[in-house]
């Protein structure tokens, strides 16, 4: 890995120091918002840049020090343990400094659209659905996300045939993006009298939400219906024709709101539209800059299985990292950080690895 020059370390530090000063006369609000975004991501960008030259400047010094003929015996014997401290160091912050400046999604800081749909595998795959679906409530909790419902439609014998819903936050879609897929279940299902294991599965997919989707929908180019949501009678279930169903013609993308507000279902579809239109327009985008570029973590192929829930074993695995651990349990009850942080790094190693060999 090429070290990163001093003059590109130093170019980083000032630019922390440009935005921190423009934020103490800065005026204008909107330019305030920019600013502290800015300070907020260039802030630990500028420390780690702090502590990559002062090692490369006490290396450089021990060094001197080895060097001099002149130099006290102990203090040589000093500089030399210093230097073999300082080498063990100074590549893995180097490391740090260099993935910290991988280019970056630019929706990774924001919200996302979860929807969960249950697959394969009949009032089975529903039941997991459900599972699938509390497991993302339970860890977005615990992460302090907002969990806004869009819609949901509820299986037969219980469980989702699918749902979607918004979760508010900063980071959520950089966080999440990799559960985008099949996720495939091993279990014997409640309903088996001969405990037989089924294997089912439920897709996921994950979307971002940008903060501004400019996204122009003509009125022409959309029908509107309501409808009264069906389902098994949960929850969600509307008894008045309050549901919004929103079709866009040119792509045929259909969105859908079932809260019991028509007005708030409006508002709601329209938004879940442009969003979408948002994320096709992305991933055309996407595909056109670099087909080469099929990270193993990152393809987001919602047609690729990309997990699987052993009950029987209480085990799951990532199939794309080779992950595997026998936690299950606690998995499905949102203890999913160890998976997503692992994903994460496989997906850091391999763009880092694409740069130096570009």
Known sequence: MAALPESRLRQMIDRFEQVEARMGVATDAKEIVQLSRDHAELKRVAEKARDVLTLRNQLAEAEALIEDAGADRDFV????????????????????????????????????????????????????????????????????????????????????????????????????????????????????????????AATVAILPVPEEVNVEVRDQDIRIDTYRSSGAGGQHV???????????????????????????????AMEQLKIRLYEAERTAKDNARSEARKLQVGSGDRS??????????????????????????????????????ALHAEDQAERLAQLENS
Do not use: C
């Open 77 to 200: 014997n000093m500089a030399i343990e210093e230097r073999a401290e300082i080498r063990s160091r100074l590549p893995g912050i180097e490391r740090e400094m260099q993935l910290m400046l991988l280019p970056k999604d630019r929706d990774d800081d924001g919200s996302a659209i979860i929807e969960v749909r249950a697959g394969t595998g009949g009032d089975e795959a529903a039941l997991f659905a459900g599972d699938l679906w509390r497991m993302y409530q339970r860890y977005a909790s615990g992460r302090g996300w907002q969990v806004e419902l869009v819609s949901a439609t509820d299986g037969e014998m219980g469980g989702y045939k699918e749902v979607v819903a918004q979760l508010n936050g900063s980071g959520v879609f950089g966080r999440m993006k990799f559960e985008s897929g099949v996720h495939r279940v091993q279990r014997v299902p409640a309903t088996e009298a001969q405990g037989r294991i089924h294997t089912s």
């Open 238 to 268: 509307n008894k008045t024709d309050s549901a919004v169903r929103i079709t866009h013609l040119p792509t045929n993308i259909v969105v859908t709101s079932s809260e019991k507000s028509q007005h708030e279902n409006r508002r709601k």
């Open 304 to 341: 690729e299985r990309i997990r699987t829930y052993n009950f029987p074993q209480g085990r799951v695995t990532d199939h794309r990292i080779n992950f595997t651990a026998y936690n299950l349990d606690q998995f499905v009850q949102g203890d999913i950080e160890e998976l997503l942080d």
